[in-house]
């Protein structure tokens, strides 16, 4: 069966960095665009950031406004998984965050119609 496993998330300090992991099983996640989601607590689902498939794009990345200059995205296709590397953590960073895929990925948007969730991993930023 298909699967994403997503690991990393802790309770870090404002300013602390963390690096989300999202690996794939039963699938070849470089040939899908991934996209990384959130919820904070009251809140709704947002897009935190994406990559198209290495595959047909090379990689194309988005950043949702507020994250951009902080998170990195990238892929690792020999361990069939995606990162989200994320520096400065700002308390409002504060979310359960899933990997997602096929995501539909540009620069200047990403979609939120996926077929394939993770379970999510918890971030808390608060000092």
């Known amino acids: 069966q298909l699967q994403f496993v997503e690991s990393g998330g802790a309770l870090v300090q404002p300013g602390g960095s963390l690096r989300l992991s999202c690996t794939a099983s039963?699938?070849?996640?470089?040939?899908?665009?991934i996209g990384w989601f959130r919820q904070a607590p009251g809140k709704e689902h947002e897009g935190v950031s994406c990559i198209s498939s290495s595959g047909s794009s090379g990689g194309t990345t988005y950043y949702e406004e507020s994250v951009k200059g902080r998170f990195t995205i990238s892929r690792d296709n020999d361990k069939n998984t995606v990162y989200l590397q994320m520096n400065n953590l700002k308390p409002e960073d504060t979310g359960v965050y899933y990997c997602a895929a096929p995501t539909v990925c540009t620069h200047r948007n990403m979609a939120n119609r996926n077929n394939y969730w993770g379970l999510g991993t918890q971030v808390t930023v608060s000092s």
């Open positions: 039963g699938f070849t996640l470089n040939f899908f665009g």
